[in-house]
């Protein structure tokens, strides 16, 4: 544990596993998340990832059933059929930037799957203005950039970019929002069950206490999911490529297991059998964590690993730095896909490894973003040989996400 502060502000980094069980898990109660409003943006402030109590208990027992083992696994088709669009869509010999064609990839999965919409990835087409507004937003929170430290009132470029592209977002996921209420609100995606949770759901009892959700919560919503749900797992597509690319041999291995057990793009009933690809991709995960760090704030004064942490005191708990510890991963900076067997996993500490987080705030969307990562990429990995043109060691920048500086190019190989 290291303790340090910033301009008053008392910080600790936790840096065991078990100091991390004891902040996600066993006192989940004592600790809160990070507002927006302290990363000094008013994002999605009532969106499940940021509220807290009671709102966040009601908030996260109304998306639940979107997120059942059946219902993910109905979203597998999109994910497949998806992934084989972006293959065909690529001619041999093409330069194409992983992370930029990954992006689309993921936003049209999401929003096929989750919101029933056919989203135009076009240049002037939705997708744009949600991959933009995220790129907006990796801007502002980038640590490099002095509108990460400045509120979001002050006119630098960044924060007027980003005013900018989130109002159109805004706008965006409004026309949804009304197009569905007109249309057709009786469907079974996660749209309708929020709009379905405000029409039909108990309007109150006298603590003021409602199941049903605001028009403000029902957008900020929309706007948590656009984003968590489609940056996260295009950087880990992004990241597996990327590795794969750098170690042949780790390459050709999956190769071998693709051609051994598919005949045709793979489906959930094909998964058992693909071990590699899931090794793959948990030791992505492990080395390039999307989301690298968990933040949270001490409620009260507490004890952790014999220290005394004053109430107020902001945690991180950085996955890139437990995750590539030599404490608990031999040669934690390979990717060796084939260190995750039975026997290693019992073996490892709970929480070495927490690319989802823990808990009962862990990722909602953990088993979707499996599912699609192992499909997507035994999809692709199928169809396509990926030869790297970027540097074998990107520059990585510490914002929202853990995104590359500069864009992640690949020739394509057609198989
Ligand atoms: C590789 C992909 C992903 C990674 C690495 C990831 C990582 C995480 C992590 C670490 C947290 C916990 C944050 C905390 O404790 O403060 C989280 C929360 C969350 N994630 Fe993900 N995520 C991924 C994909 C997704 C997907 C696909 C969705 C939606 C479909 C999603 C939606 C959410 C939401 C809504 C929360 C907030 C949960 C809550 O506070 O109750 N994530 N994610």
Redesign the pocket.
Known sequence: MVSYSVAGQPFCTVLHPEYVRRV?VTDAERYG?WRAEEFGADFASE???MTEGDQ?RRQ?KA?QPAFTLDRIRSYAEPMVDFAAETVEEWEDGDRVSLNRDFSALTLRI?AKS?FDIDIDIDVAGEGRVVTEAARALNDRADARNLSAYLPIWVPTPANRRYGKRMSRFETLVDGLIDARRAADPEREDLLSLLLDVTNTGNTGDEGGARSGMTDREIRDQLI??LF??HE??SL?LTYAFHCLARYPGKRDRLREELDAELDSDPSVADLPRLTYTEKAVNET?RLY???YV???QANEDVELGGYEIPAGTRLTLP?FAIQTDERFFDDPDEFRPERWTAEFEADLPDYAH????GGP??????R??SL??QLALATIARGTDLELLSDPDPDLRMSATLAPVDDIEARVRKR
């Open positions: 996600l998340v969106g499940v990832l966040w996260r998306l999401l989750l948590t999911f968590a749900g996260t797992t880990a995960l964590p999307p989301a968990i933040f949270r996955q927490f690319p989802f987080g705030r862990h990722c909602i969307g953990m979707f973003a699609e990562l």
